[in-house]
């Protein structure tokens, strides 16, 4: 079955760029789904941040549409978050997930946090 | 932007206990509801899509219901590992949203 693991640093300066990656295994992203990125601020709770078909067609949230950019790369198989001008508001657990057509996410990576700090 | 409204936000509740959390969406969404639970330090768990379809693999005694603005999530007889923190999302416009939560701890 179709798995996803998320990597990259766990600390990021402010007014920087959050990158972040996820892998994707036991399935091709080239599939009729979307790969999405949802986030969890510690002790709070889920807000979806946008997500990509593999055709390159994105859709962001609006509250944070302008620091945004999430790619796709086919060839390995994996997807790509980067949030930009970070402050210690975008300090959370970053999950990435798969959006069956229809709406609902399912499965999940196991999240990675993000500290923004200095 | 569609708002999800959980109640309650926790509750406590023994095993063999009915459990029944409540969302409310801003406006109507038809069937457009997910459920998921988490627990501490996991990722969300899709229990319940389109209002009432369970997930493959989740145990029957989770149900769904509701239509409109109105949606419940029912746990007919909690068991120990269902302790956990239960999220609605609506996936009726493509700014998806989740409610706030409900934490359901042992009493």
């Known amino acids: 079955q179709v798995q996803l693991q998320e990597s990259g640093p766990g600390l990021v300066k402010p007014s920087g760029t959050l990158s972040l990656t996820c892998a994707v295994s036991?399935?091709?992203?080239?599939?009729?789904?979307?790969w999405s990125w949802t986030r969890q601020p510690p002790g709070k709770g889920l807000e979806w941040i946008g997500e990509?078909?593999?055709?390159?067609?994105?859709n962001y949230n609006p509250s944070l549409k302008s620091r945004v950019s999430i790619s796709v790369d086919k060839s390995k198989n994996q997807f790509s978050l980067k949030l930009s001008s970070v402050t210690a508001a975008d300090t959370a657990v970053y999950y990435c997930?798969?959006?069956?057509?229809?709406?609902?996410?399912?499965?999940w990576g196991q999240g990675t946090l993000v500290t923004v700090s200095s | 932007d569609i708002q999800m409204t959980q109640s309650p936000s926790s509750l406590s509740a023994s095993v063999g206990d009915r459990v029944t959390i409540t969302c409310r969406a801003s406006?109507?969404?038809?069937?457009?509801v997910n459920w998921y639970q988490q627990k501490p330090g996991k990722a969300p768990k899709l229990l319940i899509y389109?209002?009432?379809s369970l997930q493959s693999g989740v145990p029957s005694r989770f149900s769904g219901s509701g239509s409109g603005t109105d949606f419940t999530l029912t746990i007919s007889s909690l068991q120990r590992e269902d302790f956990a923190t239960y999220y609605c999302?609506?996936?009726?416009?493509?700014?998806?949203?989740f409610g706030q939560g409900t934490k359901v701890e042992i009493k």
């Open positions: 997930a798969r959006r069956d057509a229809t709406g609902w996410f399912d499965p």
């Open positions: 406006q109507s969404i038809s069937t457009f």
């Open positions: 036991g399935g091709s992203i080239s599939s009729s789904n979307w």
């Open positions: 389109a209002a009432s």
């Open positions: 999302q609506q996936s009726y416009t493509s700014t998806w949203t």
């Open positions: 990509m078909y593999h055709s390159g067609t994105t």
